[in-house]
């Protein structure tokens, strides 16, 4: 699969794998930062809950001591503000735990508002009569909002702690899913590193050993060439494809010089024997080859006229002719020599007769 693709986009895999894992470590880092950002504001939110608990039990001991309307206001609004505060945060929240703890607490907060109503009345009215002692209705309220009060209290520690393990595991979880694609990035990488470099390796390998096999041809080492692998459309493959071309034309250049050579060491073998009226038919593919051996037709031919030539002049001999000569014009050499020879015998004789 990967031989048809380019070196090119397979080298360009690298760089986008690394944008690609950036982006997803920034998606992921976002969502889960996200997580425990509202986790950490959760948890303040939680904190400053029991300090509003606080704050209002506070001034429910200020109301004891001096009982009056603006005191028991000022309660109310401590616990106005919890309750809004809580709102505020629940509309926040996801988890249906921590959703039911908040509905529990405002539950809670109401139901000690409204005794502290039913026991603000009766302690205002006893301040202002000046008596000091509590009514058991009074006294009832008081065990009642106490219970409350505690109960309360043991909600907001509750949802508090909540807040905190989910702070917790959101950035155990975002440490955890960024070590996680650290080490899925770099398996990626290392496999697709491994792949690549084995391909490159293993192609520059073919490549090596089809090229000395050619090598290995072209010095008569062997007698025949293996192509290169040229599977698939990547850089290596179209080079292959361009040396196994050459390697086909030069074969079947070679193959028909070789021939050339063969058929003119028959054509001498002939000639050295005596017979003249042969040729070489076999083209080379050689220039220098193909001029070797229209020469070597040439002077074949050029011999073979001069003997016929010759032999025409000393054929007419047994007819008692003596007068024709063979042309030697153009010629040179010992077959010039050879001509002459036989022109001046052939005069010698004709002389004597």
Do not use: C, W
Not at 342 to 348: A, C, D, I, R, Y
């Amino acid at each position: 699969m990967l031989n048809n693709i380019s070196t090119r986009k397979k080298l360009m895999f690298f760089p986008a794998l690394f944008i690609l894992n950036i982006i997803i470590a920034g998606m992921l880092y976002s969502y889960f930062n996200a997580k425990v950002k509202h986790t950490t504001e959760a948890q303040i939110s939680t904190e400053e809950f029991i300090q509003d608990l606080l704050k209002g039990r506070i001034s429910v001991y200020q109301f004891l001591r001096v009982s009056n309307e603006q005191r028991a206001q000022k309660v109310r609004d401590d616990f106005a503000n919890l309750d809004s505060e809580v709102k505020q945060l629940q509309a926040t929240l996801t988890e249906k735990e921590n959703i039911k703890l908040a509905d529990k607490i405002l539950e809670l907060s109401a139901l000690y508002v409204k005794d502290f109503d039913l026991f603000s009345k009766e302690k205002i009215r006893t301040y202002n009569e000046g008596t000091q002692a509590e009514s058991a209705e009074a006294k009832r309220l008081i065990l009642e909002m106490r219970k409350i009060a505690l109960e309360l209290e043991k909600t907001l520690n509750d949802i508090n702690k909540r807040a905190i393990s989910l702070k917790e595991d959101a950035s155990s979880t975002l440490t955890t899913v960024l070590l996680i694609l650290a080490i899925v990035s770099s398996i990626l990488f290392i496999l697709f590193s491994v792949a690549l470099s084995s391909l490159i390796v293993n192609t520059l390998n073919d490549f090596k050993h089809g090229l000395l096999s050619f090598f290995s041809f072209l010095n008569r080492e062997t007698s025949d060439v293996k192509a290169l692998n040229a599977k698939g459309s990547d850089e290596f493959a179209q080079m292959a494809k361009v040396v196994n071309e050459n390697i086909t034309l030069i074969n079947e250049g070679l193959k028909k010089d070789n021939q050339a050579v063969e058929d003119a060491l028959k054509v001498v073998e002939k000639a050295k024997l005596g017979y003249l009226d042969v040729q070489l038919q076999t083209q080379a593919n050689n220039p220098q080859l193909l001029q070797l051996s229209e020469a070597l037709n040439s002077m074949l031919r050029n011999i073979k006229r001069n003997t016929d030539s010759i032999s025409v002049v000393l054929k007419e001999f047994s007819n008692y002719k003596f007068t024709s000569k063979v042309d030697s014009s153009g010629i040179q050499g010992d077959m010039k020599e050879f001509i002459e020879n036989v022109n001046f015998l052939t005069g010698e004789i004709s002389g004597l007769l």
